[in-house]
């Protein structure tokens, strides 16, 4: 089975850039949709981008979704970084083989 | 606006059982796949189970087979998940997915806490 690999925690100041990767174990990244979500404390997650790039209608364009066959590996950018975007950062795909839904471990995003 | 709202979980002891309902609301849920996502305090999202719209088929973590049991009423747009065996190891909170045609678990309900402890 195909996992998702995060990095634990990301910190960055206000108004800078951050990127969160989320690598595939097996199979390609190109082959399955990734999703990523937001989940701020105590709140239940809502998505940020889909199908890769896409984002979905209220999210700000300081958020974008790339993939990158090379490294079979996905990437959340945030840009102009702000207090309100910490929380913990999911990728995540739907494994149409083993009809299963993958997460990737979770990454915390501090806002210093 | 699409509304997702979990109900039926509560502290139960270990072997024991427990029904989470989560009722629909502005999308078409009958075209819809259905997901249950835990999340144990503190930690990560798990996919625990899938039905598919019409509810003839349903998929499961490991963890769980054999224990629980995910099902539909697409009449009352209410999606179910049967526990039993329950185990301290449950203990999370359960959220109602809902996907779009074509992105999975995009809509997600507040949670649901369930709490297995004697």
């Known amino acids: 089975n195909s996992v998702l690999t995060q990095p634990h925690s990301v910190s960055e100041s206000p108004g800078e850039t951050v990127t969160i990767s989320c690598t595939r174990s097996?199979?390609?990244?190109?082959?399955?949709?990734m999703q990523w979500f937001q989940q701020r404390p105590g709140s239940a997650p809502s998505i940020v981008i889909y199908?890769?790039?896409?984002?979905p209608s209220g999210v700000p364009p300081r958020f974008s979704g790339s993939i990158d066959t090379s490294s079979n590996s996905a990437t959340l950018t945030i840009s102009g970084l702000q207090t309100e975007d910490e929380a913990d950062y999911y990728c995540?795909?739907?494994?149409?083989?083993?009809?299963?839904?993958?997460f990737g471990g979770g990454t915390k995003l501090t806002v210093l | 606006e699409v509304q997702l709202l979990e109900s039926g979980g509560g502290l139960v002891q270990p072997g024991g059982s427990l029904r989470l309902s989560c009722a629909a609301s502005?999308?078409?849920?009958?075209?819809?796949?259905m997901h249950w996502v835990r999340q144990v305090p503190g930690k990560g999202l798990v996919w625990i189970a899938r039905?598919?719209?019409?509810?003839?088929?349903?998929t499961y973590e490991d963890s769980v087979k054999g224990r629980f049991t995910i099902s539909r009423d697409n009449a009352k747009n209410i999606l179910f998940l049967q526990m039993s065996g329950l185990r301290a190891e449950d203990t999370a909170v359960y959220y109602c997915?809902?996907?779009?045609?074509?992105?999975?678990?995009?809509?997600w309900g507040q949670g649901t806490q369930v709490t297995v402890s004697s």
């Open positions: 502005g999308f078409t849920f009958s075209s819809s796949w």
């Open positions: 997915t809902a996907d779009t045609i074509t992105v999975t678990t995009y809509y």
């Open positions: 995540q795909f739907y494994d149409s083989g083993e009809h299963r839904v993958i």
């Open positions: 199908e890769d790039t896409l984002r």
């Open positions: 039905i598919i719209s019409d509810g003839s088929v349903a």
């Open positions: 097996s199979g390609s990244v190109a082959n399955n949709y």
